[in-house]
């Protein structure tokens, strides 16, 4: 059979073949990754992708949690939560913007006492983070102007009045020093590992123990969840999550001894300091002048803010008790006198001769009033406070070995360096050396100020390191940069045989209702190698100084029916004025407690200093008006 020449077609070739088998293989591939990603979006992924569609149409709106509160050890009230009216916007209910919304703004500025601006920026930023949220206008607004609003609501369409949970310090200026405040979380701060769990918005601690304290003190927000449309407009609320309220602290403070101690300083720019010598426990601690820390609730003005940095104003944000560096007069004996024996300068029986003054580098270093003691041991130089005893104790140190005894015990002793205390702002102060006076110097020179410049506040740097540089230590003065709790803490050591605790506030945390959850637990404590006569002698001699014929502080407590040990210091300040210090430790001879007081500007320590410690223990120890204590024992 012939085939007919119009039908012929040519053969496919082998080249040919290949070409349409990879491109059906390729097409064929093709549509099986179609088929199989179907079938992964539809069929395993679909619930997943189901429930995502469903939360964007849900939006958390979250519920401040009220903190934890803060009691003392008795389990008194320190710093709690008090419930507050906020003003609110509702941002689907309220005007569009123009002219009816910025009516509605002018009319509640004058009810709130705010700008007009101000409400306008709070509403952009708050929708900005929260687009679904209620803006605050105003926190904590006095009721007479919630009453106005809620009466004439037709003239605030969308303002509503809500509860918020305010922090409040009942006992005002009390320990504001020591409680701190909160604020909210700053941008910088949310960046640190701490706050690694806060939101924007939400309240922290900023200062004191509100701040050391702040993860156990936040709670767990909470939310509420709201149905919004396609166009995230509000529809409903779904639920709410409510809010977990922080725990609860408990401090060692004890809220009586607070008090009195912030008694006595009240008016001058003063601090005290209270502490269990056994553990470090701070009984109480006070800076004055001190300052309201309700003013922070909600949001300080800038105004007030600036008065309470002010020099002239007296700082009232400093807190004196650690963050006050003076010279520490006569108190700092203890410090020479424990250097003195322990590097065999001197022993507990040894006299020297006091003649009413002290001759070195021409200059004449003379006792207070220009008294003349005769003959003394220790004991006997402690009592009357003879100050050239110590004078030639600081030119027997700075003449010894490498000249640094009494500045190598007062940094065993915590000078020089923060103690650690869970109290943040804490500074170190200075202990001074030939080394570091003797930089300065070299400093200045080379900065062409032989003349005296003030390159370090407070300390002229014309002269190098000298014998009278010592002389001036061994008695708290010179260079010497010291703060209340550093003072404290040293006599503590030498009170309990060579201990040198931290101090700290913190004793527990607790569930809301008291119950003990956690113990803290401070492990600083160190121990420094006193040799018991050596002590024996320093305590002798600070029981004779409150209680010898000749005790500098005798007359203060006389009468008082709780044994004391305890030394007076009047040191001599860079504007010329006398600081005032007591040192106190009680009772003896095994003390329990030390009690610390010191004025910027209150002239001895017998005249102001003394009588405040005196006040503060009657308090501690339940002293009856009549001399008498109710119980016999100080606090558990």
Same mark, same amino acid.
């Given at each position: 059979?012939?085939?007919?020449?119009?039908?012929?077609?040519?053969?496919?070739?082998?080249?040919?073949?290949?070409?349409?088998?990879?491109?059906?293989?390729?097409?064929?591939?093709?549509?099986?990754?179609?088929?199989?990603?179907?079938?992964?979006?539809?069929?395993?992924?679909?619930?997943?992708?189901?429930?995502?569609?469903?939360? @964007?149409?849900?939006?958390?709106?979250?519920?401040?949690?009220?903190?934890?509160?803060?009691?003392?050890?008795?389990?008194?009230?320190?710093?709690?939560?008090?419930?507050?009216?906020?003003?609110? +916007?509702?941002?689907?209910?309220?005007?569009?913007?123009?002219?009816?919304?910025?009516?509605?703004?002018?009319?509640?500025?004058?009810?709130?006492?705010?700008?007009?601006?101000?409400?306008?920026?709070?509403?952009?930023?708050?929708?900005?983070? +929260?687009?679904?949220?209620?803006?605050?206008?105003?926190?904590?607004?006095?009721?007479?102007?919630?009453?106005?609003?809620?009466?004439?609501?037709?003239?605030?369409?969308?303002?509503?009045?809500?509860?918020?949970?305010?922090?409040?310090?009942?006992?005002?200026?009390? /320990?504001?020093?020591?409680?701190?405040?909160?604020?909210?979380?700053?941008?910088?701060?949310?960046?640190?590992?701490?706050?690694?769990?806060?939101?924007?918005?939400?309240?922290?601690?900023?200062?004191?123990?509100?701040?050391?304290?702040?993860?156990?003190?936040?709670?767990?927000?909470?939310?509420?969840?709201?149905?919004?449309?396609?166009?995230?407009?509000?529809?409903?609320? /779904?639920?709410?999550?409510?809010?977990?309220?922080?725990?609860?602290?408990?401090?060692?403070?004890?809220?009586?001894?607070?008090?009195?101690?912030?008694?006595?300083?009240?008016?001058?720019?003063?601090?005290?300091?209270?502490?269990?010598?056994?553990?470090?426990?701070?009984?109480?601690?006070?800076?004055?002048?001190?300052?309201?820390? @309700?003013?922070?609730?909600?949001?300080?003005?800038?105004?007030?803010?600036?008065?309470?940095?002010?020099?002239?104003?007296?700082?009232?944000?400093?807190?004196?008790?650690?963050?006050?560096?003076?010279?520490?007069?006569?108190?700092?004996?203890?410090?020479?006198?424990?250097?003195?024996?322990?590097?065999?300068?001197?022993?507990?029986?040894?006299?020297?001769?006091?003649?009413?003054?002290?001759?070195?580098?021409?200059?004449?270093?003379? @006792?207070?009033?220009?008294?003349?003691?005769?003959?003394?041991?220790?004991?006997?130089?402690?009592?009357?406070?003879?100050?050239?005893?110590?004078?030639?104790?600081?030119?027997?140190?700075?003449?010894?070995?490498?000249?640094?005894?009494?500045?190598?015990?007062?940094?065993?002793?915590?000078?020089?360096?923060?103690?650690?205390?869970?109290?943040?702002?804490?500074?170190?102060?200075?202990?001074?050396?030939?080394?570091?006076?003797?930089?300065?110097?070299?400093?200045?020179?080379?900065?062409?100020?032989?003349?005296?410049?003030?390159?370090?506040?407070?300390?002229?740097?014309?002269?190098?390191?000298?014998?009278?540089?010592?002389?001036?230590?061994?008695?708290?003065?010179?260079?010497?940069?010291?703060?209340?709790?550093?003072?404290?803490?040293?006599?503590?050591?030498?009170?309990?045989?060579?201990?040198?605790?931290?101090?700290?506030?913190?004793?527990?945390?607790?569930?809301?209702?008291?119950?003990?959850?956690?113990?803290?637990?401070?492990?600083?404590?160190?121990?420094?190698?006193?040799?018991?006569?050596?002590?024996?002698?320093?305590?002798?001699?600070?029981?004779? /100084?409150?209680?010898?014929?000749?005790?500098?502080?005798?007359?203060?407590?006389?009468?008082?029916?709780?044994?004391?040990?305890?030394?007076?210091?009047?040191?001599?300040?860079?504007?010329?004025?006398?600081?005032?210090?007591?040192?106190?430790?009680?009772?003896?001879?095994?003390?329990?407690?030390?009690?610390?007081?010191?004025?910027?500007?209150?002239?001895?320590?017998?005249?102001?200093?003394?009588?405040?410690?005196?006040?503060?223990?009657?308090?501690?120890?339940?002293?009856?008006?009549?001399?008498?204590?109710?119980?016999?024992?100080?606090?558990?």
């Amino acid at each position: 059979m012939y085939l007919d020449s119009k039908d012929r077609r040519p053969a496919m070739t082998p080249r040919l073949a290949l070409r349409v088998a990879v491109i059906g293989g390729a097409a064929l591939a093709l549509f099986a990754i179609v088929f199989f990603r179907l079938w992964f979006l539809q069929v395993l992924s679909g619930e997943e992708y189901r429930q995502e569609a469903n939360d @964007n149409r849900v939006r958390e709106i979250k519920v401040q949690a009220p903190r934890g509160e803060i009691v003392d050890r008795n389990g008194k009230t320190l710093v709690e939560n008090r419930v507050g009216l906020a003003v609110k +916007l509702a941002p689907n209910e309220i005007p569009e913007e123009g002219a009816e919304r910025d009516a509605l703004y002018e009319r509640l500025a004058k009810v709130l006492g705010v700008g007009t601006g101000q409400i306008d920026r709070r509403v952009d930023d708050q929708l900005e983070e +929260l687009p679904f949220s209620s803006p605050t206008i105003e926190q904590d607004v006095q009721l007479h102007k919630i009453q106005y609003i809620l009466e004439n609501q037709e003239d605030f369409p969308g303002v509503a009045v809500e509860r918020v949970f305010l922090r409040t310090y009942p006992h005002d200026e009390l /320990a504001a020093h020591l409680f701190g405040y909160v604020g909210e979380v700053s941008p910088d701060q949310l960046e640190e590992e701490r706050f690694r769990e806060v939101e924007q918005g939400d309240l922290v601690g900023q200062a004191g123990i509100e701040s050391t304290y702040d993860r156990y003190l936040r709670g767990q927000n909470g939310a509420t969840r709201v149905v919004v449309d396609a166009l995230g407009d509000f529809q409903s609320e /779904a639920n709410v999550q409510e809010p977990v309220q922080g725990k609860q602290l408990r401090l060692s403070l004890d809220l009586d001894v607070q008090r009195t101690g912030q008694e006595q300083i009240a008016g001058a720019e003063a601090a005290f300091v209270v502490m269990d010598v056994r553990n470090g426990e701070i009984v109480g601690m006070g800076s004055s002048p001190s300052y309201e820390p @309700n003013l922070f609730t909600g949001g300080i003005e800038q105004s007030d803010y600036e008065k309470l940095t002010n020099e002239e104003e007296g700082a009232p944000l400093t807190n004196r008790a650690i963050q006050g560096l003076y010279p520490t007069g006569s108190t700092w004996k203890l410090i020479t006198a424990t250097a003195a024996l322990e590097e065999r300068l001197l022993t507990p029986t040894e006299t020297l001769f006091d003649g009413g003054s002290l001759t070195s580098g021409g200059i004449t270093f003379q @006792n207070a009033g220009g008294a003349s003691y005769g003959s003394l041991a220790l004991p006997q130089a402690l009592e009357v406070s003879s100050d050239v005893f110590f004078y030639q104790l600081g030119q027997r140190a700075n003449s010894t070995g490498d000249g640094l005894a009494i500045q190598e015990w007062a940094e065993r002793l915590s000078f020089g360096a923060p103690t650690g205390i869970d109290v943040p702002g804490e500074l170190g102060g200075l202990v001074p050396t030939p080394e570091w006076r003797n930089d300065l110097f070299e400093e200045a020179q080379t900065q062409g100020s032989p003349g005296g410049e003030e390159i370090v506040e407070g300390v002229e740097t014309d002269r190098p390191w000298s014998e009278g540089d010592a002389i001036n230590l061994s008695v708290g003065q010179g260079d010497l940069q010291a703060t209340p709790l550093q003072l404290a803490t040293a006599y503590a050591t030498v009170a309990n045989g060579g201990s040198v605790v931290q101090p700290h506030l913190g004793q527990r945390i607790e569930d809301p209702d008291g119950r003990p959850i956690q113990e803290l637990e401070f492990n600083g404590t160190r121990k420094v190698d006193i040799a018991p006569e050596h002590r024996n002698a320093i305590m002798q001699g600070l029981f004779q /100084a409150a209680n010898g014929p000749g005790g500098t502080s005798t007359d203060v407590f006389s009468g008082f029916p709780i044994d004391i040990a305890g030394k007076t210091g009047t040191a001599e300040n860079t504007d010329g004025t006398d600081q005032s210090w007591y040192a106190a430790v009680a009772p003896y001879p095994e003390p329990r407690y030390v009690a610390v007081a010191t004025f910027e500007d209150g002239g001895f320590g017998a005249e102001t200093a003394a009588p405040a410690v005196r006040e503060i223990l009657a308090t501690l120890f339940e002293v009856e008006e009549k001399g008498e204590t109710t119980s016999g024992e100080a606090l558990d």
